[in-house]
Each structure stands twice: as C-alpha cells, then as structure tokens.
C-alpha cells in the first residue's frame, strides 16, 4: 500500500540524485574537463602533441544532454569494443577479477587522463612533496638529522652496485648526487586540542619538548613511508 507521506515519483517527474550519484558524476565532470578529481586543474601538466587529439581531456560539457556525451565517447568506441571482446574471451589480464562493466568503465576513465609523455622524475617529486599542512589532535615537531663522513658508505655501495650491473665504470654516465641532511618529523598524540586546532606558534624543539610531557609509553615506532625511495616525505605521511 502506498505511503501518503512518501508518495510515488510519477512518471516524468525528476528525482534529485544521490550523494553518491553527484559524486560520481563530479568525477566524471573533474575527468572529461581535464581536472584533478576533487581538486583544481593540474599545473604541471603540460599539452599533449598535436598528433594525438583523441588523448586530449575534452572540454567541460553539460551531461544532462546526449550530444556531449557522444562526442566524448565516439573516439573511444574502438577501445571499447576491443576491451569487451577481450574480457569477453579471457585474454585480458584482468578478466579473471573484473567484470565485464568494470573492464570498460576503468579503460574509459583511462583514456581520458592518459598523457602519451611519461611524467619527469622531477615533476612527479613536485607534486608529491606538496605539504596539507598540520592541524588537529597531533604534534608535529621536524628534526634534521647530520651527516659524518662515516655515512657515505651507502652511497659508494650504490655507486659500485651500478658499476658492478653494468660491467664497467658508470661514473661518466651520471651525475652522483652529494649526500645530504636526513629530514625527518616526530609525530604524537596532541591532547589538548580540537580537531580543527593550528599547531602553537612555537619552535620545533619546543613542540617536541611539550609532545613528551604527554607521552605515556616507552614505545617509539621509526615509520619509513612510502614513494619507492624518491616519492613525497613525512607531510604526506602523517597519521
């Protein structure tokens, strides 16, 4: 029996969408435009060759009208029909742990963001390194660790690893980047704050000073993060 308070939509009538559904469609709409998902537009990116306008993010459009859509899904048709027939025969790579819909929705998204030039090692570190910055129930106090002439034992294995691979001296082929400062930051539990709190106008030493008087276990954990030994540091890292 029908609810009079929550009666049924009619037909033609518009519904608003889910906080899903306008989340979904945010993506796309971040995608096709050429935008960061959830952020602005990247400005590192740089143009794609003019022999390649199918890879080019196509322009903002209004998708509540078919004729945009078209016009960004008519280049990719081919792949499409290349990623169904595939999965469709098992010799996709990801066949046996995708469905059919999710094959061709992530392919898709994938056209839209691919770049044909590989990312600079030098740009892919400048986006990595961007910091949120610190606020909230945690201390955060940076330290910096000095170097001896003792340290430099790691470098010189790299060094005669990459001669011992290639069979010969490499030291002409490369520049041996110089041995530096290791920067780190101690990180703990800040109890007397909210969670919208700005760190205290205070130096580092200071701030790792007040984060002991409310430590309560001997324990410290040392947490190596990730970014493959060249990728992002602690900022990007932080509980």
Not at 218 to 231: D, F, I, K, M, S
Request: charged share 20%.
């Amino acid at each position: 029996m029908a609810d009079p308070a929550h009666p049924r939509p009619k037909a033609g009538d518009k519904r608003d969408p889910s906080p899903k559904s306008r989340r979904r469609n945010s993506i796309i709409k971040d995608i096709t435009s050429g935008t960061q998902v959830g952020g602005s537009p990247d400005p590192f990116s740089s143009p794609l060759p003019n022999d390649a306008p199918r890879n080019r993010p196509a322009a903002a459009m209004d998708w509540t009208q078919p004729l945009p859509i078209i016009k960004a899904l008519a280049p990719k048709v081919p792949m499409i029909g290349k990623t169904a027939f595939m999965h469709s025969l098992g010799l996709s790579e990801t066949a046996k742990y995708w469905d059919l819909r999710t094959a061709v929705t992530v392919n898709v998204i994938r056209s839209f963001v691919f770049t044909p030039e590989p990312t600079s090692v030098g740009k892919s570190q400048h986006i990595s390194l961007r910091d949120p910055g610190v606020k909230g129930k945690v201390w955060i106090a940076n330290v910096t660790l000095p170097i001896t002439p003792d340290d430099d034992d790691v470098r010189q294995a790299t060094f005669g690893a990459i001669d011992h691979l290639a069979g010969s001296p490499q030291g002409d082929l490369y520049t041996a980047p110089e041995l530096t400062e290791i920067t780190a930051e101690w990180t703990g539990y800040r109890a007397g704050a909210s969670s919208s709190s700005p760190p205290p106008d205070i130096s580092d030493a200071d701030k790792y000073a007040a984060m002991m008087k409310e430590v309560v276990s001997p324990t410290t954990v040392l947490y190596l993060h990730g970014g493959a030994y060249y990728l992002m540091d602690p900022a990007t890292h932080r509980p």
